[in-house]
Nanobody, 123 residues
Framework: EVQLVESGGGLVQAGGSLRLSCAAS????????IGWFRQAPGKEREGVSC????????YYTDSVKGRFTISSDSAKNMVYLQLNALKPEDTAVYYC????????????????WGQGTQVTVSS
């Protein structure tokens, strides 16, 4: 059974940091791309970042470049998203997802999803 479990969300003040974790199981981790998406209330789901676990290729949406860093640990089947210099507009539920198509930027390219973790940034 494929499972993706996010953790690490919370409440933080603007300018603060959080590290989100995505624990993956039930599939060959090295063959997949893992992406992070977020969805704020009343807004569409947005692709934030993605990493190909085989070669470490990464993608970031423009609004998080220079502030967020994605990484993976194949030995642990884990993907991390370091969130720095957080802004109130980063407030959302953050989801990790797995895609078999390489570096995937759109949610329809992803096959499996976690349940999400809430990130709230206060001003």
């Amino acid at each position: 059974e494929v499972q993706l479990v996010e953790s690490g969300g919370g409440l933080v003040q603007a300018g603060g940091s959080l590290r989100l974790s995505c624990a993956a199981s039930g599939f060959a981790f090295e063959d997949w791309a893992i992406g992070w998406f977020r969805q704020a209330p009343g807004k569409e789901r947005e692709g934030v970042s993605c990493i190909t676990t085989s070669n470490g290729e990464t993608y970031y949406t423009d609004s998080v470049k220079g502030r967020f860093t994605i990484s993976s640990d194949s030995a642990k089947n884990m993907v991390y998203l370091q969130l720095n210099a957080l802004k109130p507009e980063d407030t959302a539920v953050y989801y990790c997802a797995a895609a078999l198509t390489g570096l995937a930027k759109k949610d329809y390219e992803y096959d499996y999803w976690g349940q999400g973790t809430q990130v709230t940034v206060s001003s």
